[in-house]
DNA sequence: AGCCGGATTACAAACGTTACAAGAGCGCGG
DNA sequence: CCGCGCTCTTGTAACGTTTGTAATCCGGCT
């Protein structure tokens, strides 16, 4: 009756013969209590604690009980964005019992090829993904295949999957609009050296805020590239912002593609003895906590990172509905306008 | 032939069925290629493609073949030191083909408990903590059910587990040796509503090198603890801003329990009109990503993160190796000496 | 005393996979 | 021409659950 902890897992099997009942009556117990006689089911509970039985998950997975356990493609799971939408997936889960299963694929679309097939064998729940891979074939074979997918800032077009985003476009607007209104003629956009979707559109938000201004995004808007070895991004940007620097006629502000490119960036800028917001002025994007804490405060896009995860998952969970049907939610960025921006200097063309 | 997704998943039947085959074939194509004639093995992988098989883990698992799954179980998966530590476990993970399933306590004991609940019905490979609770014969009798346990910064003691940790103590004297150094005789230690292990080391580090410096701690240090609604980290310690400057004798430095509380003091400084390092000295933890780049750089200490979290992968895989013995692996902490530590004032006695 | 119904519990099959033992087919030497 | 050994294939049982159906027990009724 104490808790003598057998060694090793022990099954229903064990605990029916603890108790003096058939597996059955066990099973019983655990999925219908109510048609089990109260004093045998005290005796099965009791020796259920005596042998230390945990109900073996993927046992039932194989009877059709559905896995608790959810992947997440990110592109990154320490990027702070990936990590809060990580969090905000989780809390939405664990709601309903599930669990996060995160993977990164470091902007390869191989390894979010891998990613899918390992998370499919798995028999995930469902997988939220903000793919790399801009060809949707593949998700929608997985999803075919029994396995929810649900995009995160990926155009769904008519696509059949549910998905959620953040207005990329309109972000690209936000920051660019703000940049023209200082006086701004000139405007750097920072990317990596491949551009995830996000980042293609916030580039094409940027042309089309200049666009309706007047300006001629071929002499506006000037595209710098980082040589992106994924880890190092805060140094990487360092290093693009010499080649920002050395642009004739040369950009008076720089859009960077998050607020970690824009940290490397301003520290690149310090390097080079050059004042933000003073000489050039640098724009963020994600809103990440320590970007109204850097020197200067970044002014930066504001997105929804937790609330993004959590309707990603909302919808996830939703998908076992029987009456689902595939739906997108949205978000709109918000720019938050701080100490990086100003208008151009006077010399500055 | 062609690639005619069947609706729902298939099984090994159906791939026998479509290549004219006994299930047991399908099996050896796949867990034993050599001993089936090429022919054969062809017809069958072919019947894998059309049918679109994708094997079944769960049913593996069922079979004795470990779970490809690791439980990570920290306080916050959002926050930056954790994110990277996860990272780390994913990388050397993936290196085996095994991916990390991670999941929050926010410093809740009940809700570490559940979550240890759920990785073992999951029947992972093994869970990597860093456990809120003390008290380890949970942890103890999880592993001896059969789910390996590594512990992250827990004091082993005798337990019959593999640890990986960073030496807190020597972080804290680290701090604590450097502000002395530099003059300072009264220093204030930020800590949150709860104390993990870490950050009460941290604390008795500080305490220790103190006293070696002929110091007494119940003068010398001054305890302050924020009321940690875990998530807003940041502002809950600007509050406690306010609660130092109030003391007497005032502190002249403060030691936070890491960068992102040192985001908030700063920041609450700030507010308060209070200079950085002129007036007051500020010291954090764990060196994020931001920490050079705050106004003023941020004099913090460094854990080596993402070794870390590969150290601990790395253990977790070797617990399947038969000869395998519970054994830690240590990391040294470091000082980065940055700009927001000098020399008390003057009039500051 | 035999039968019935309700309340419990036991049996058995199935989920998708693996591994072992056993079977089928075949060429070769005796 | 038979049987042997070889290669390749298949049948079968098992992993720990779940679920539908059958079996058992009981008291009460006729």
Redesign the pocket.
């Known amino acids: 009756m104490a808790d003598r902890a057998g060694l090793g ?1 022990s ?3 064990e605990v ?1 013969q603890a108790a ?9 117990v ?3 209590p109510s ?3 109260p ?3 005290h005796r099965v509970e009791q020796a259920m604690a005596a042998v230390g ?4 998950g993927p ?2 997975q ?4 559905p896995s608790p356990i959810v992947g997440s493609i990110t592109l990154d799971l320490a990027n702070p964005f990936y990590a809060e939408l990580n969090r905000g997936i989780e809390d939405a889960l664990s709601e309903a019992g599930c669990m996060v299963l995160a993977c990164s694929t470091d902007l390869q679309p191989a390894k979010e090829k891998q990613l899918l097939g390992l998370l499919q064998e798995q028999a995930v729940r469902g997988i939220i993904i903000s793919p790399i891979d801009p060809d949707p074939t593949l998700l929608l074979q997985v999803s075919q295949r029994g396995t929810p997918v649900i995009l995160i800032d990926h155009p769904r077009r008519q696509l059949d999957l549910c998905a959620v985003a953040v207005d990329d476009v309109a972000g690209g607007e936000l920051a660019a609009e703000h940049l023209v209104s200082l006086g701004h003629r000139r405007i750097a956009f920072l990317a990596g050296a491949i551009d995830p979707g996000p980042v293609a559109r916030r580039r094409e938000g940027v042309r089309l805020a200049l666009t309706a201004a007047g300006l001629d995004p071929a002499r506006a808007l000037v595209d710098v590239r980082m040589s992106d070895h994924h880890r190092s991004s805060v140094s990487a940007a360092a290093r693009a912002v010499a080649q920002i620097l050395a642009t004739r006629p040369a950009p008076t502000a720089i859009i960077c593609l998050n607020d970690t490119a824009a940290l490397g960036v301003l520290e690149g800028l310090d390097a080079a003895g050059v004042r933000v917001p003073d000489e050039i002025s640098v724009v963020g994007y994600d809103d990440l906590h320590f970007a109204a804490r850097l020197s200067p405060a970044l002014t930066t896009v504001h997105q929804p990172k937790h609330q993004l995860g959590r309707a990603a998952a909302e919808l996830l969970l939703d998908e076992a509905n029987p009456d689902h049907t595939h739906r997108e939610t949205h978000f709109r960025p918000a720019l938050k306008v701080r100490a990086s921006t100003a208008p151009p200097p006077r010399r500055g063309r």
């Open positions: 897992r099954g229903m099997r029916a003096g009942v058939s597996v059955s009556t066990v099973a019983n655990l999925s219908r048609i089990v006689a004093q045998t089911r039985y945990v109900p073996h046992a039932r194989l009877r059709g009980v």
